[in-house]
């Protein structure tokens, strides 16, 4: 049996400097693995027995057979689906042999184990190298092979990561179904035969059929390439994003196909790497996972920085509006503007983009794909922060000029209102849904001392001479520090009461 599965055999596998080197499918170089442990060598055997002909694997006819010159016959060796095999053995005759045999494959498969058969013959007339080599058949079984490729300590967390985030996930493999099904209830994928599809199940069925097939599916065995690529087609037409994981030549059409495919960077084909948009280089399944939790990290932080900026920017705008509508002085000078928007506001923007996860990045639900940044709660966010700021920094500069303050004196206190409005602001925009009071300041160290600069940079610049002569600031008293405080400490009460609402309506439509 050894001797079958080192002669039909398309991998290398040898050993240089010390070292490892192989090339092939990981199932061919298992196999010259187990011939290296029992001391036998396919270079040997070649020599003895030359090849003169093959027939590839492909996943379409689930065999592969090599043709060797074996004195006045040619020796044929077939590996290849236990149930293939068979047929080519027993042709269509259902023998208590035949049965034994079958049975015993599906034991194998139960335990979680790819199981390869071996079976050969010999021809009576030599095949020729130039020939189409004739079809295997009329075959002696020698046995069958198990092997398994053992999961990651980490993989069926990282699957119940991807049910927690609300991914799907489905696996696709060329194994026998019963292996399938032991391997995906050891990752918590699937635990009943009827989550199980095989290539008969998809054979015929329109789309609309096959995408009713991949929604209550949740492992495919025994597929082909082409149907794997119809299987994301249809995912996709439910509107499914849709990531394809694959290391094979044969992967290739599927990871094309898909918003996005990854291949394995250790164990994947070029054709593979060349077909995919992302390679992950460990092969790990759970850094797949990882990635979907810092780029959700990473959307959020692209809110949270857009919130920040353009809720101040309109509040900016609202304020100037107003005071021309009542025929009051521009409120703020352009080279104050430009100090709020690219000194004390721009340093806070850049650190709040160094904002960490808030924890439950994969525990909640995928957004919609076609979902707009600029969604209905963030609109909402926008409108409340700047009537808040807008509205009140504009009292407060109206205030000051009713009550005799000069334009300069007015201005310097408005912007020092509005720098202390971006520091309150800046935790309302740290989560959409948690309170600003829950998370501690000190959890992000950059956002943090970022908003303590920006802050001691403008209390310099209301007392230096320089920075005095170009901003046209000045200190101001501790009383009017408590005012301006009190003031800008508005915009925290005003948006958590929205998401208090929020979490209520939330909460009330899921109950």
Request: glycine share 8%; hydrophobic share 45%.
């Amino acid at each position: 049996m050894i001797r079958a599965a080192l002669l039909c055999n398309e991998a290398e596998l040898h050993q240089r400097d010390g070292r490892w080197m192989w090339r092939g499918d990981a199932v061919d170089i298992a196999l010259l693995a187990l011939g290296y442990k029992v001391g036998r060598q396919r270079e040997a055997l070649i020599d003895s027995l030359k090849q003169i002909n093959q027939i590839p694997f492909e996943s379409e006819h689930q065999f592969a057979a090599t043709y060797h010159r074996d004195g006045q016959q040619t020796l044929v060796v077939v590996k290849g689906a236990p149930e293939r095999i068979l047929s080519m053995c027993y042709g269509a005759e259902v023998s208590q042999e035949r049965q034994r045999c079958e049975q015993t494959a599906v034991s194998m498969a139960e335990r979680g184990l790819r199981v390869i058969a071996v079976a050969q013959t010999h021809l009576a007339d030599w095949v020729s190298e130039e020939d189409v080599p004739p079809r295997p058949e009329n075959l002696q079984l020698i046995g069958f092979i198990g092997m398994i490729d053992p999961l990651r300590s980490d993989s069926k967390m990282a699957v119940q990561s991807c049910q927690d985030a609300g991914v799907k996930v489905i696996m696709i493999t060329g194994d026998h179904r019963v292996t399938a099904l032991a391997i995906a209830r050891d990752l918590g994928l699937a635990m009943t035969e009827q989550q199980v599809a095989t290539a008969d199940d998809i054979q015929g069925k329109n789309s609309q059929q096959l995408a009713e097939l991949v929604d209550k599916t949740r492992v495919f065995a025994r597929v082909t390439p082409r149907q794997k690529l119809d299987i994301v087609n249809a995912a996709r037409s439910l509107g499914h994003f849709v990531a394809v994981t694959g290391d094979g030549v044969n992967d290739a059409p599927a990871l094309r196909a898909a918003n996005i495919g990854v291949a394995m960077g250790k164990s994947g084909t070029d054709v593979a790497r060349e077909a995919a948009e992302l390679v992950i280089s460990d092969d790990n399944f759970g850094s797949i996972v990882a990635g979907i939790e810092e780029g959700r990290v990473a959307y959020d932080n692209i809110r949270k920085v857009t919130y920040l900026l353009v809720s101040m920017g309109a509040a900016e705008l609202l304020m100037v509006l107003l005071s021309v509508i009542v025929g009051l002085p521009i409120p703020l000078l352009p080279v104050q503007l430009l100090w709020l928007n690219l000194v004390t506001n721009g340093i806070q923007g850049v650190a709040l983009a160094f904002e960490p996860g808030e924890g439950d990045s994969l525990k909640r639900k995928p957004r919609e794909p076609a979902e707009p940044l600029f969604n209905r709660l963030m609109m909402e966010r926008i409108l409340i922060a700047t009537l808040v700021v807008g509205i009140g920094g504009f009292a407060v500069f109206a205030i000051a000029i009713k009550n005799g303050w000069s334009e300069e004196a007015a201005r310097n206190l408005l912007l020092l209102t509005m720098v202390l409005y971006e520091n309150f602001h800046i935790g309302n925009c740290r989560s959409e849904t948690k309170s600003a009071f829950a998370l501690s300041p000190l959890r992000s160290p950059v956002l943090f001392f970022g908003t303590l600069g920006a802050l001691l940079l403008h209390v310099v610049a209301m007392h230096v001479p320089l920075l005095q002569n170009v901003l046209s600031t000045e200190p101001v008293s501790i009383a009017m520090w408590g005012i301006v405080v009190g003031v800008a400490f508005l915009i925290i009460p005003s948006v958590e009461w929205h998401k208090w609402k929020r979490s209520f309506i939330y909460a009330d439509s899921h109950a």
